[in-house]
């Protein structure tokens, strides 16, 4: 069965750094590209970076450009999203996902999900 489990999320204070990291299994992983996606209470779920399966083309949300970086090694099959400089906005769950086709960071192409880990910013 397809499994994608998150891990990394916490509590931190604004300006501190997390790493997630999301292991997969199941699926061709070096076949998919991989995603970061958030949602805070009351909001819609949003892309936050995305990365191609094998050139390391990258996509991230304009909000995090520059604080953070998207990785993934296919050997693990597992995807990283270092995030540093955290403000109270990022304060969400944050979910792994994998899509065969999608050529942006769209959750709608997306076709597996985790099930999130917690990030929680304080001010």
């Known amino acids: 069965e397809v499994q994608l489990v998150e891990s990394g999320g916490g509590l931190v204070q604004a300006g501190g750094s997390l790493r997630l990291s999301c292991a997969a299994s199941?699926?061709?992983?070096?076949?998919?590209?991989m995603g970061w996606f958030r949602q805070a209470p009351g909001k819609e779920r949003e892309g936050v970076s995305c990365i191609s399966h094998s050139d390391g083309s990258t996509y991230y949300r304009d909000s995090v450009k520059g604080r953070s970086a998207i990785s993934r090694d296919n050997a693990k099959n597992t995807v990283y999203l270092q995030m540093n400089s955290l403000k109270p906005e990022d304060t969400a769950v944050y979910y792994c996902?994998?899509?065969?086709?999608?050529?942006?960071?769209?959750?709608?192409?997306?076709?597996?999900w985790g099930q999130g880990t917690q990030v929680t910013v304080s001010s």
């Open positions: 199941g699926f061709r992983f070096d076949n998919y590209v």
């Open positions: 996902a994998a899509s065969r086709y999608g050529s942006i960071c769209d959750p709608y192409e997306y076709d597996y």
